[in-house]
């Protein structure tokens, strides 16, 4: 196409969702405030070698006592959407049993500030905060936990639906699962691939029962969603090995969700590749019926390509019966501090597959962003030129997708403050508003100003 590249060319279209995201444990802080009892990362954060420099999320970025100044970063923003989390522990400490009203409170006062300022409320159920309680009865591998995660959706929705209009019951199962199961890198760090394998299957379930609770409990106008981190998986090379190893990650990266969630089904060659460490028996009659509860749109995050070639990896890793198949290659380019490899094509890869599998499915990407150390100018300026060449690339890389019929709602830019990055703690900062975490004062960066222009004008200049 010889046609110039013009303004009109990269606006995006009318009504089209500009946002942030967050999540509860990485910002909150007030771990032990209001009745909220310890999750899997309170847990997981205090003990000593789980978190880079021992950090925690105790206090975080404070956003429980900031609320209203972090709306009001937002309302400068000139954000549609404001995609937060709510902390389980805060409303059902020991994860079952009535809800507390003071841990609901606080969710109340933010979604009414984000109202009275204009932004729409994006509630996320579930950011990985599993009240310890549940996961001391056995966590995620366990069948009850999906019951519980379902009554304490049920709550929240009586609570909040009458303000809150979209929903998603779950934020990438996927690392939930695997990385919190399998690999223990993450909460609540355990290396079982099996009890990895059966949480995958209970995230399904949840989702599913949560789904049905939501509808029952919402008005009918809600939007109910499921937010998926997929793996744009590309091959080393086209030989026949390489993209069996495609194959096999896609199968417990993607459609371990991707299937049971919308065709109710497993993939059959997931079943097959893990006959040695499982049969799958804890899949029961109707459970796949289940977790295909109609939804409304489709989330999805993402920050890099995955490329493989057939080897083997690491162990413990995430990708169960894999180990010995294939191998992870560093893919090529520059990196963020994160070292993870910039390329904004995985990210339209994934809207067009998605475009071709789900067509009736709205999407929405609900997060996607980079972590770079910013700098500070003698004037207190903090400066991240990175960040909006990042963003600026992937954001062109959605446009691309939707001129090319992908549904793409909305946009989510992760993050909107600098916070706790998990098992990195504090020494990865994603925000596009810096945070000293000493004084906890907040700075906009440049991507900040830069991110504010593009909503402004409702598109890439
Ligand atoms: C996502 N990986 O996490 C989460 O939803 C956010 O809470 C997080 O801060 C953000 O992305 C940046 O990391 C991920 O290792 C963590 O594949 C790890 C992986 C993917 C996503």
């Known amino acids: 196409d010889a046609r110039p590249q013009t303004t009109a060319e990269l606006r995006f279209p009318g009504g089209f969702r500009w946002g942030t995201a967050t999540a509860a444990y990485q910002i909150e802080g007030a771990a032990a405030e209001d009745g909220r009892t310890p999750s899997i990362w309170d847990t997981f954060s205090r003990a000593p070698g789980r978190v880079r420099n021992g950090d925690t999320g105790d206090i ?32 059902q400490p020991t994860g079952r049993g009535p809800a507390v009203q003071r841990g609901l409170d606080f969710y109340r006062r933010l979604v009414d500030a984000l109202l009275a300022a204009g932004i729409r409320p994006v509630a996320t159920l579930y950011h990985w905060d599993l009240p310890q309680e549940l996961e001391n009865a056995g966590g995620w591998p366990q069948r009850d936990t999906a019951e519980r995660f379902a009554e304490y959706a049920r709550i929240v929705a009586e609570v909040l639906g009458d303000r809150v209009a979209t929903w998603t019951t779950l934020n990438e199962p996927w690392c939930a699962a695997f990385l919190g199961y399998a690999s223990g890198v993450h909460a609540p760090g355990r290396t079982d691939p099996v009890a990895a394998l059966r949480a995958a299957h209970h995230f399904n379930l949840a989702h599913g029962l949560a789904t049905r609770a939501l509808r029952d409990a919402l008005p009918r106008r809600s939007e109910i969603s499921l937010t998926l981190n997929l793996h744009a998986v590309r091959p080393l090379t086209d030989s026949a090995a390489d993209l069996d190893a495609v194959r096999r990650i896609d199968a417990l990266g993607n459609r371990i969700f991707l299937d049971p969630v919308f065709h109710g089904r497993l993939p059959a060659d997931l079943v097959e590749d893990t006959a040695a460490l499982t049969d799958w028996s804890f899949v029961r009659d109707g459970d796949l019926a289940t977790a295909s509860a109609p939804i409304d749109s489709l989330g999805i995050n993402y920050y890099s390509p995955t490329v493989v070639a057939a080897g083997s990896c690491d162990t413990p890793s995430p990708w169960p019966g894999a180990e010995e198949r294939v191998r992870f290659v560093p893919a090529p380019g520059p990196r963020t501090a994160m070292d993870w490899p910039v390329d904004a094509d995985g990210l339209y890869e994934l809207l067009t597959r998605l475009r071709d599998e789900l067509p009736a499915t ?45 549904k793409v709602r909305g946009y989510f830019l992760w993050s909107l403050l600098d916070n706790f990055e998990w098992a990195y703690g504090y020494s990865k900062r994603f925000g596009i508003v810096h945070v000293d975490f000493a004084t906890q004062r907040r700075t906009a960066k440049d991507s900040a100003r830069w991110y504010a222009r593009v909503i402004g004008r409702g598109g890439l200049d």
């Open 60 to 91: 975080a970025a404070d956003h429980y006592h900031r609320m209203d100044e972090d709306v009001a970063l937002l309302k400068e923003l000139g954000v549609t959407d404001y995609r937060f989390s709510v902390a389980w522990p805060r409303v």
């Open 362 to 406: 709205p999407l929405m990407v609900t997060e996607n962003g980079a972590a770079y150390d910013d700098y500070a100018d003698p004037s207190g300026a903090v400066h991240d030129p990175e960040r909006v060449a990042y963003l600026r690339a992937h954001l062109h890389a959605v446009h691309r997708a939707i001129a090319d019929g992908a």
